[in-house]
C-alpha cells in the first residue's frame, strides 16, 4: 500500500464497487466483556463510521449492512426492542451524515412490522439523502428469501410470463444497484445466513473471526486487499487459464 488507507489497484481488470457486510459477533462481545447482549450492540454501532469512511476513500460506491434480519425477531423481546430503539438514537445522531459523505441511505426489506417512529425516520433520510453519488442500504426486517418471493410476485402481477432472472432482479430492492463483489462476514461463521442470496451468486466471500465490535478500518483494508487477489472468473477461464 502506497499509503496507510490506499491499496494499489493499478493492473487490475475488476474494481470493487460494492460491498455487503453481515455485522456478527455483538452478542459476542458482550459475553467476552461480561456485558448484556444490548452493550455489544451498541459497540458494534461504533464500527460503522470508520468502516464506511475507509470503504469510500478505497473507491467504494455502495455499501449493504445487515443490520436487522426477518429472523432476527426470534430474540429476547427486550433485545429486539434495544435493537430498534439503538438504530433509531444512531439515525438520530447521524443527522446530516449524507452531506458531509455525499451519501444516499437507503433502507431495504419490509419495514411495514417497524416501529412507526423508526419506519418515519426512515423515509425522512432516504428523502433528506436522496441523489448522491454513493449509496449505503441498511437491511432492516430483511431476508433474501423473503426479497426473492416479493420480486417475483411483483413480475406476476406485472404480467411477466414466463418470469426471467431479469424479471427478478429488476424487482429486487437493490435493482439500481451494482451486486456485491464483495461480502464480508465477521465473527467467523461460514455462511450468509439469508443475506442477498439473489444479488450474491458471484460475489466474492471474506469472513474473519474478528467480532463486529473489533472490526475497524485495518481491518477493512485487509478483506480489500484479500478481494484483489482473487481471480473473478463467472464461470468461464481467465485469459491465461485458456490455453
Same mark, same amino acid.
Given at each position: 500500500? +502506497?499509503?496507510? $488507507?490506499? =491499496?494499489?489497484? @493499478?493492473?487490475?481488470?475488476?474494481?470493487?464497487? @460494492?460491498? /455487503? =457486510?453481515?455485522?456478527? *459477533? $455483538? *452478542?459476542?462481545? +458482550? &459475553?467476552?466483556? /461480561?456485558? !448484556?447482549?444490548?452493550? *455489544?450492540? &451498541? +459497540? /458494534? +454501532?461504533? @464500527?460503522?463510521? !470508520? %468502516? =464506511?469512511?475507509?470503504? @469510500?476513500?478505497? /473507491? %467504494? #460506491?455502495? %455499501? #449493504?449492512?445487515?443490520?436487522?434480519s426477518t429472523e432476527n425477531w426470534k430474540r429476547p423481546k427486550e433485545e429486539v426492542d434495544g435493537i430498534m430503539n439503538l438504530i433509531l438514537s444512531y439515525l438520530d445522531r447521524a443527522k446530516g451524515m449524507w452531506e458531509k459523505y455525499d451519501v444516499s441511505i437507503r433502507f431495504i426489506g419490509d419495514k411495514a412490522p417497524l416501529p412507526e417512529r423508526l419506519r418515519e425516520r426512515c423515509t425522512e433520510i432516504e428523502n433528506l439523502s436522496r441523489g448522491r453519488s454513493r449509496t449505503v442500504n441498511v437491511a432492516l426486517n430483511y431476508g433474501g428469501r423473503d426479497e426473492i418471493v416479493r420480486a417475483v410476485n411483483a413480475a406476476i402481477k406485472e404480467g411477466c410470463d414466463p418470469i426471467t432472472e431479469a424479471d427478478i432482479s429488476r424487482h429486487l430492492y437493490t435493482a439500481d444497484q451494482p451486486e456485491p463483489d464483495l461480502i464480508i462476514r465477521t465473527g467467523g461463521d461460514m455462511r450468509l445466513s439469508n443475506f442477498m442470496i439473489w444479488q450474491s451468486a458471484y460475489s466474492e466471500l471474506y469472513v474473519t473471526e474478528t467480532l463486529w465490535p473489533d472490526f475497524g478500518r485495518e481491518d477493512t483494508i485487509t478483506a480489500v486487499e484479500a478481494f484483489y487477489k482473487r481471480k473473478r472468473r463467472f464461470g468461464g477461464l481467465n485469459p491465461e487459464e485458456a490455453n
Open positions: 500500500m +502506497a499509503e496507510k $488507507n490506499r =491499496i494499489d489497484i @493499478s493492473g487490475f481488470d475488476h474494481r470493487l464497487r @460494492s460491498v /455487503g =457486510i453481515i455485522m456478527d *459477533g $455483538n *452478542g459476542r462481545w +458482550a &459475553k467476552a466483556h /461480561g456485558l !448484556p447482549r444490548t452493550e *455489544g450492540h &451498541k +459497540a /458494534g +454501532a461504533k @464500527s460503522l463510521r !470508520p %468502516v =464506511i469512511e475507509c470503504l @469510500s476513500e478505497l /473507491g %467504494v #460506491t455502495c %455499501v #449493504t449492512l445487515y443490520a436487522f
